[in-house]
């Protein structure tokens, strides 16, 4: 039984992991960096003391969580997906599908800006991190294997990101 749980999580590993993105995924210029820096100003003390040591590993430090244990992997509800770190509005639940990788995945953004891109080369691999455009929090990476019409996966951890329902009408 461990033996399957272990080449599960190496399958849903290749799985975020494969498929090198190519230059159709716009890398952010200088500018918009430098936009990140500015616009939520908070030292890395005041990060740790707003933030769960989970959310802190992950949006901070670059962390992962472990495939299809986030609340929000296998999540139904409407509404908008917004940064755990600074109540950026991020995604919406209309662009959310199962990707089968075990991480909630969006085929894209709410917004052009919302979400940054920057090169990844941790780990040997080349990939794209993803990253709030406001307060500038790692979120997961972007892929080139997603449905139509964009043909993106925004593979995101669960940590990073907070939920907010859709209000039904009466």
Known sequence: MFRYI????VF????CAQNTPKEEIR????KKEES?????????QEWQ?????EQYKVLREKGTERAFTGKYYN??????????????????STEKYDSGT??????DALEENAVLTRP??????VRTEIVCGNCGSHLGHVFEDGPPPTGLRYCVNSLSLDFEERKKEK
């Not at 849903?12 to 799985?15: E, F, L, P, R």
């Not at 003391?49 to 040591?53: A, D, E, K, Q």
């Not at 075990?102 to 085929?107: A, L, T």
Request: with cysteine; proline share 4%.
């Open 6 to 9: 272990i080449i599960s999580l």
């Open 12 to 15: 849903a590993a290749a799985a």
């Open 27 to 30: 890398m952010n210029d200088a």
């Open 36 to 44: 990140i820096k500015t616009r939520v100003k908070k030292s890395e």
């Open 49 to 53: 003391m707003c933030l769960t040591p």
């Open 75 to 92: 999540f139904k509800k409407e509404g908008i997906y917004k940064c755990a770190a600074c109540g950026n509005a991020l995604f919406s």
């Open 102 to 107: 075990g991480w909630p995945s969006f085929w």
């Open 120 to 125: 990844d080369t941790s780990y040997g691999m």
